[in-house]
């Protein structure tokens, strides 16, 4: 017997169909599951099962310009727990926490934690002695992995420009924050895929992505000179016990920074032993203060080049002081110096000769200049933290704010600003960008990656007037105001430079930044050196005085270490009484002892060899030497 | 009895037969690293779904050789046992609270789900019920209205465990049943008016539950909370392709999806055995839902007839709910997949349920 309930059949029927048609949806829906959405979960799924075992590549070495390293790489070890195979955490987390000297309740915490692996930050970077003292132990689940730790071999030698990486290698300041993303490399990982409790799943291939190593940063700096320049300012530290200094070294002609230090320092490897202001200001590309009379170096550059004076024909008088505005502006010298050439302006640094400067080039020129030599804006030197200083604005500048710009008083300028002028106001005209990072190399290959070269911003003045400014700066040194950084032989010029400080708009008495900005060989500039000493203890506070000397030995010194041929044509330097008088030692090959005896000597004379004629002497003709020496003569018959 | 007995339907049983082998052969799969980790033996729950199996298929060919009048008899006094139960479970002492329901009655491998019985007690007597009355259902008052208060204090004692799963289940059926015995369309309407304005009402009293009733929709809102489940299972399932990764491939079961054995099974073999696998399966119980409409169909009496569709309704239902619960369709509930999820109980009654179908299919006449 069937069911004949018409409404019943005709129901069932409606129940199958709307069951398949279920079914079939659901199946749809799988299929979307499966290949609509397949790629994403895929790709979702992947995440979720893959574990990433991170490498970490090296961080790149800095070196000089010779390849000697200043900041290096060593290993060093760091404490790991795996929390799954401690086996007593209670006595493990007491016996890791004596030794790493952290409260224990904070160890027990660390390798409890439901991870695979935990770094203790406590054990990171630890001595080997103490990583010895661990392993003594014989703590199952803990593991020693070496880490890599930034060393600077040199300690606090060039801290400022070379700054420091933190505890996981990444760059906080000076060139490692600069360069931090090319010094660094990119890290690598080995990921395998694991079941969801952590332990690997052997079907499935691990991925490898190797660390990419950082790249190694080859410097401008020349460790030979940032030695000397560390070495006088250390004298320089102990003699004048002064607030700070600093030194920059330059190539005029390529802005490469040769070397650049200051005072206070510190060492990288312990800098949050000293205040944060300390290793956060690198001074020479920091500071800003009135420059004084090295800027005079602009005036005079910006009128040779607009023909508004010269030097040697045109006289100037100097009363002691200048009235502009209405206001009396003084020369540095009580009563002045009286009636003198240009020049002769220049070498004494006679403050209302400048200011005669100044109007001679009127304040649009005047500033203009001072612009195009790089003042108001920042140099953009590859390091952190680089100043801009202050310039007056040029609407608001009357006569005698003209005046005091035109000798280095009311402008605000850093030490690198100048730096970087002067170089373009002796090597020809040219400013350059100056820089410290020559270039980024691949260590692996060895191959230069980046290479900066010399960029030369503008023109400023013609190689005619960059002729006569280095003629007029040698004149300083050899006969004017810069008189100790004199170095035989090597034609510096430069200029003094005495600035006085204001704090909050007023000035400091008897507290002065006194520098010295120098340059040579005059015919030839290879390096421009500036000073900077602030407010030197138990001395005259003048540039020519503190200053001037510790340019004239980094001069001397830096010159010959890098190779530059002495000169002879140097302008002859005036001699002040204290000066030991030196004397040009004269040809006398070819002449018989008794041509000898009609030539006039200073020196004594120790003969050697047979014969009358002299066939050889020591030194060689031109050099100089103190009265009184003794020079070797050798003689033989022909 | 009416008629003569014939051979059973014999393609149903092939059918059930084959889901039973699909069923077994996954549960290993799924459950072996599970079981591995848990009892150092990966046959654990292989084995005993094994012997589950036996005891299902045993009863399953002694029930289709009990005439299911036997069941038209017993129907009143099983209803009423069953409700006992239902309420001797929610006393604690009596029943035992697993994942935070009070469902289970008895000792560790010898306990049983009241409300699983009650599913089946519910369609035997609401068949008897709607069978002897099927020119009152179309009334209101002397039809709908004394069937349905039956079903819902059997689903409110179930909610009150509570087990959504099963009492959505049963609940399911009982339409269905009641729908083909002739109840008016109209009805059905109202019906669903009242359902629309109580889950509005719910929804409007606590409006937290949208929140947990949508998140299907987007499970990776809560990827660790409410949307783990749906999460781990549509990662086993995308990855399936066309294909799937292999027979034992799957990277899910390893202790990503959990407990991949019950509720989650099907999303394994869609890991493994791709949309290929999942498509058969799907294809097997819309052949058993076509045969155990065609036994309704052809069944001596109206008795037979309402009882087929119960049995052929729940397996469906519940082969709806689980799937749409693992491919995302459908929040979670908690309802096990016939025939293919671990689970003594739940594998042992749907057999017995199929023994129910092939004896009814013994009358049949086409």
Known sequence: MRVSNVTVRKRLTIALIAGIFIFFIIDLRLGYVQFFLGNMLTDRAKDSWSRNIPFEPERGEIMDRNGVLLATNVSAPTVYAVPRQIENPAETAEKLAEVLNMPKEKAYKLITKTASSVRIPEGRKISHEKAKEIRALGLKGIYIGEDSKRHYPFGSYLSHVLGFAGADNQGLMGLELYYDKELKGKKGSVKFYADAKGKRMNDMADDYEPPIEGLDLKLTIDTKIQTIVERELDIAQAKYNPDGIIAIAMNPNTGEILAMASRPDFDPANYKNVAPEIYNRNLPVWSTYEPGSTFKIITLAAALEEGKVDLEKEHFHDPGFVKVGGARLRCWKRGGHGSQTFLEVVQNSCNPGFVELGQRLGKEKLFSYIKKFGFGEKTGIDLQGEGTGILFDLDKVGPVEQATTAFGQGVSVTPIQQVAAISAAINGGTLYTPYVAKELIDPRTGKVVMKNSPVAKRKVISEETSKKMRYALESVVAQGTGGKAFVDGYRVGGKTGTAQKAVNGRYLENNHIVSFIGFAPADAPELVVYVGVDNPKGTVQFGGVVSAPIVGSIMGDSLRAMGVKPRKDQLDKKMTYTDPRMIEVPDLVGLSKKELREVFLNFKIDASGEGDIVVKQTPQPGVKLKEGSTIRLYFGNK | ?366
Request: some cysteine; glycine content about 10%.
């Open chain 2, 1 to 366: 009895m009416p008629t003569k007995k014939t051979t059973p339907d014999m393609i149903l049983m092939i059918v059930t037969f084959t889901l039973l082998a699909v069923g077994l052969i996954m549960v290993y799969s799924a459950s072996a690293v599970w079981a591995e980790y848990k009892f150092d033996d990966s046959f654990f729950f292989a084995k005993r779904q094994m012997l589950f199996a036996g005891i299902g298929v045993v009863a399953m060919f002694f029930i289709m050789n009990v005439d299911y009048w036997t069941w038209k008899t017993w129907a009143k006094a099983l209803l009423l046992i069953c409700f006992v139960l239902l309420l001797l479970v929610l006393i604690p002492g009596i029943g035992n609270e697993r994942n935070g329901s009070r469902s289970w009655i008895g000792v560790g491998a010898f306990s049983i789900q009241p409300s699983e019985f009650m599913k089946l007690a519910m369609i035997a007597f609401l068949a008897k019920f709607l069978s002897e009355r099927q020119k009152m259902i179309t009334s209101f008052k002397n039809g709908l209205v004394p069937s349905l208060s039956l079903v819902f204090s059997a689903f409110a004692l179930i909610m009150l465990q509570p087990d959504l799963g099963t009492g959505t289940v049963m609940v399911g059926t009982c339409l269905v049943m009641i729908f083909i015995s002739g109840a008016r369309i109209s009805h059905f309407i109202g019906l669903g008016f009242i359902g629309v304005a109580g889950f509005v009402g719910l929804v409007l009293s606590a409006p937290y539950r949208i929140k947990r009733i949508t998140s299907f929709l987007d499970p990776w809102q809560d990827p660790l909370g409410t949307g783990f489940q749906i999460i781990q299972s549509l990662l086993a399932i995308g990855p399936g392709g066309l294909f799937g990764l292999g027979l034992g491939q799957s990277r899910q079961k390893f202790f990503y999806l959990p407990e991949p054995q019950t509720d989650f099974i099907f999303a394994i073999l869609a890991e493994e055995l791709g949309f290929i696998g999942g498509s058969f399966v799907l294809l097997l119980f819309a052949l058993l839902l076509w045969r155990g409409i065609r036994i309704a169909l052809g069944a001596p009496d109206l008795y037979g007839s309402f009882l087929a569709v119960g049995i052929i309704a729940m397996i469906a239902i519940q082969v709806m709910i689980n799937i749409g619960v693992v491919t995302g369709l459908m929040p979670v509930t908690g309802i096990t997949l016939p025939f293919l999820s671990y689970g003594g109980s739940s594998l042992t009654l749907m057999l017995m349920a199929i023994g129910v179908l092939l004896n009814i299919s013994r009358y049949a006449r086409y």
